[in-house]
């Protein structure tokens, strides 16, 4: 299962994304975990 989400109008960021993703492991029982955060701060004060 994949999902993103994204926000592109905010004060706090020139843009923001996250991505994760679930699959099954090879182990029943168990999983692998993808995650992914893509993000640039408005100011380079919060940076």
Do not use: P, R
């Amino acid at each position: 299962m994949k999902q993103q989400s994204t926000a592109s109008e905010s004060s706090l960021f020139d843009h923001l994304i996250n991505c994760w993703e679930f699959n099954l492991g090879a182990v029943q029982g168990t999983f692998s975990l993808y995650f992914l955060v893509n993000f640039k701060f408005q100011s380079l004060l919060y940076g």
